[in-house]
């Protein structure tokens, strides 16, 4: 038999499940450009029972869960794809000042400084007492130490820059490590107290991208809701449920003093090369391997010059027939960093390869610009020239890996927004229909109402 | 996705943009590395081949000036032959006289021209060019003296080339032989003993091919010169050509390239601007 309370009772269980419906869709309207947002489902589940023989039948509606949609698996793939991204991009923008210190293409640069330097030995050459052309020598030789002491000085102001970018770096990461230890914290307590932390997980996810921008990271989510978060080589631990364990930027002496990355809790073992990804990883690259590369390739070509030019600067002799001395002097720890003409008086440039006022000295150090060099094994310009070209083609390796990663990215945002993304036209779409819902209940509801009110005029 | 693709054609716009502004089509290493190392390479050769013209353009000043002394030189020893064979034949105590002070005016040009300098630098004293080459020895014996050297000047004029530029007192004037050989005929004009100016024609006259041997070989160092740099400036011709090409934005295919861009964007921004217009709240 048929009960008119409970027809009433099913119709007040439509009313409230569309209403939370509607309240799930307007949630997802509002989030609609909220950065990390899941949308979320209503899921309808109908309760009651249908006996035949009876002939009871009384079948409801509940919302047995509001669902976050949403796929694990991408979002690890996409943690480590930001990485990745994050670690390129850096590194290109670092190239890109690297490229801007050496503007050969504009002249003015290295290359044309060097070959100033040798052109004024060989107009020195053919009027070899003339004063200017002396202090031409001089000048450009100057000049030519002066590039090489500022390329070097632009390229460590770099250094330092990654250097204190890592400081700061590390404590962004802190305070991000100890944020998901607390969101897990909140995740599972709420969770098992049996409500959801739909809002709560979505930070974490946030949280979870910021984190993996800037170091790479291995992270598992428990069975309990909590996210462990891991270092990929070694597997050090950074979170640990409601634990997190802090990094710190440490003077390494032995390094130029820069920082070497470690726990806090283990100073005394160095994360460096354990870190591959993210912006930590690229200015660890920068700082350590590429940057003192091409202040090795600078060395290389300022000592080069130095080598040969005062070994044949020292065997001459002078405008008073003194033998000549060195013309360049540096600190063999770093030569194009202290670079600088040895000579500050005209008569003492060695011109002469005798003790008479001849030129030809003068003739040899010119001829040094075409000289293939022993240690270089190519001239001093080309393998100048050629460092210059590896610079352009490491910044375009960059430009190119930041190109291919953010396709990778921009796939997975896209995948992600299919799945996880609000779709307002579907959201209408739903808002639509339990309006029609819950109209209908409404309407069932006054119906009952109607009936009730035909049985109380039956007994008066 | 449409963002996306906005931002690509946007820097691509941009990139365009800079090589018309610029026409270069490199304007930093990273725009095309193995070119960046061509135009620098080349940039080293031009820079290398001006230095060689600038040194050539030196060394030929040097050897013009070589050549002007060197004929006025010469023109004086032949004026002596000229007046050594007339006193010898018909010189009278008056006439030799008279000739004696003439040559005497000629070997203190003929000095001055021997010790003309270029800048600073006296040219016919070898590698000695802050030396003034030829003085007067008061002896005895009274005679001139060449103080400078033999030895070469070079400078270079081409990769590995170098160029042996100076003529020196020795090669041109045999040292003092030429001013001796004028002091001598001028003593013997001084002490009216004809056969001795006789002697002096036979001294003068190889002394004049002498010199004459020494304009020639400056004259045709200058040439040989000219030479070179005419090579070098062909060769310059095709490297400039070369780096141009490299280097350079042919600016029919930029513009072509960036109307079509422009045209690229257009369309996505109106696309952008059509799907934001499709939406279900037009229709509820």
């Known amino acids: 038999m048929a009960d008119i309370g409970k027809v009433l009772y099913t119709a007040q269980e439509a009313l409230l499940s569309n209403l939370t419906a509607i309240n799930a869709t307007g949630s997802n309207i509002a989030n609609v450009n909220t950065p990390g947002y899941s949308r979320v489902r209503p899921l309808f589940e109908s309760v009651g029972s249908k006996d035949p023989q009876s002939g009871r039948e009384q079948i409801g509606v509940r919302i047995s869960n509001i669902e976050r949609i949403y796929d694990k698996f991408l979002e690890t793939q996409m943690i480590a794809q930001q990485s990745a991204l994050s670690k390129f991009t850096t590194r290109e923008d670092i190239l890109s000042r690297v490229e801007a210190i050496f503007n050969e293409n504009t002249g003015g640069g290295i290359n044309d400084a060097i070959g100033d330097f040798f052109n004024a030995w060989g107009n020195l050459s053919v009027d070899p007492l003339s004063k200017a052309k002396r202090d031409m020598v001089i000048s450009t030789g100057e000049n030519l130490s002066r590039l090489f002491n500022l390329r070097v000085e632009s390229l460590e102001n770099l250094q330092l820059n990654a250097d204190e970018s890592i400081a700061n770096e590390i404590a962004t990461l802190n305070s991000y490590l100890k944020d998901v230890a607390r969101y897990n914290e909140l995740i599972v307590s709420a969770e098992n107290a049996g409500s959801t932390a739909h809002a709560v997980r979505d930070h974490r996810g946030l949280i979870l991208n910021e984190i993996s921008q800037i170091i790479n990271i291995n992270y598992v989510e428990k069975p309990d ?236 | 996705m449409l963002t996306t693709n906005m931002l690509n054609i946007q820097r691509e716009y941009s990139d365009l943009m800079e090589k018309l502004a610029t026409q270069k089509m490199i304007n930093r290493p990273s725009d095309d590395p193995v070119a960046t190392n061509t135009i620098l390479d080349t940039r080293t050769a031009l820079n290398a081949i001006n230095q060689y013209n600038s040194n050539i353009t030196d060394a030929q000043i040097a050897l013009s000036i070589n050549t002007s002394a060197l004929s006025s030189v010469k023109k004086i020893i032949s004026e002596a032959v000229t007046i050594a064979i007339s006193e010898a034949g018909t010189g009278s105590a008056e006439t030799m006289a008279i000739s004696a002070q003439r040559v005497s005016a000629m070997i203190d040009e003929s000095m001055t021209l021997m010790n003309t300098k270029n800048g600073d630098s006296y040219i016919f004293a070898g590698s000695a060019l802050d030396t003034i080459p030829y003085i007067y020895n008061d002896g005895p014996p009274a005679a001139y003296v060449y103080r400078g050297n033999n030895d070469q000047l070079s400078v270079l004029v081409g990769n590995g080339n170098a160029f042996a530029y100076n003529i020196t007192g020795g090669e041109a004037f045999g040292g003092a032989d030429v001013l001796n050989a004028l002091l001598a005929l001028r003593n013997a004009l001084e002490t009216n003993d004809a056969d001795a100016v006789n002697t002096q024609i036979d001294v003068l006259r190889p002394l004049e091919s002498r010199v004459l041997q020494a304009e020639t070989s400056a004259g045709a160092k200058i040439s040989s010169l000219e030479l070179t740099r005419s090579n070098h400036d062909k060769l310059k011709l095709e490297l400039t050509n070369m780096v141009a090409d490299v280097e350079n934005a042919q600016m029919a295919s930029l513009i072509t390239a960036f109307q079509m861009k422009q045209i690229a964007m257009q369309a996505s921004y109106s696309m952008a601007a059509k799907i934001s217009e499709m939406t279900i709240m037009s229709y509820i």
């Open chain 1, 225 to 460: 809701g909590s996210i462990y978060i891991y270092m990929p080589d070694g597997g050090k631990t950074l979170v640990e449920g409601f634990n997190s364990w802090e990094l710190m930027a440490q003077v390494n002496p032995a390094n130029h003093s820069f920082y070497d990355v470690v726990f806090k809790n283990d100073p005394t073992q160095i994360l460096n090369d354990r870190i591959g990804g993210g912006r930590l990883g690229a200015y660890l690259e920068m700082r350590d391997k590429d940057i003192p590369s091409y202040i090795e390739k600078l060395d290389d070509t300022a000592l080069a010059i130095m080598d040969r030019v005062n070994t044949l600067h020292a065997d001459g002799f002078d405008q008073d027939g003194t033998g000549g001395v060195e013309f360049f002097s540096s600190n063999p720890a770093n030569p194009a960093a202290t670079m600088s003409v040895n000579i500050t008086d005209t008569r003492r440039i060695a011109a002469s390869v005798s003790e008479h006022a001849d030129g030809n000295n003068a003739t040899a150090i010119t001829g040094l610009k075409t000289e293939i060099n022993t240690v270089l094994g190519t001239t001093i310009d080309g393998y100048f020239n050629s460092f210059i070209a590896k610079i352009g083609r490491d910044a375009v390796d960059a430009k190119q890996a930041v190109i291919r990663e953010t396709t990778i990215y921009n796939q997975q945002v896209e995948q992600r927004e299919q799945l996880s993304g609000v779709s307002l036209d579907e959201e209408m779409m739903n808002l639509i229909k339990y309006q029609m819902a819950y109209g209908a209940a409404g309407k069932m509801t006054a119906t009952v109402n109607e009936l009730i009110d035909t049985l109380l005029n039956l007994i008066r």
